[in-house]
């Protein structure tokens, strides 16, 4: 895909993947739910995880991750992130 904005939204459980490139990258996670977007480039991300949830994609700019829960976020080596974090969960940005 090649998108201005790319957003994924799961409640419950679920997974998604995506390729391509996208300028805004927006994922919100309520339960247990797995966004795989190594292979998608963005130049900015919106993470928000209640509960237990994956995001991988590769960001080349600012990221704002919001995570209550146990969950996983790596948004690769070029990212600059503002993390607001209360559980056992990683998050993984910039270099």
Do not use: H, W, Y
């Not at 895909?1 to 996208?22: E, L, N, P």
């Amino acid at each position: 895909m090649q998108v201005d904005a790319a957003k994924f939204s799961i409640a419950g459980s679920g997974t998604a993947r995506a390729s391509g490139t996208a300028r805004d990258l927006n994922v919100e996670i309520a339960g247990s739910g797995d966004v795989d977007g190594t292979r998608l480039q963005a130049k900015s991300a919106k993470v928000e995880i209640a509960g237990l949830g994956s995001v991988r994609a590769v960001v080349d700019g600012p990221a704002k991750v919001d995570m209550m829960g146990s969950g996983d976020v790596d948004l690769g080596p070029r990212s600059r992130c503002t993390i607001s974090k209360m559980g056992t969960g990683s998050v993984r940005c910039g270099s």
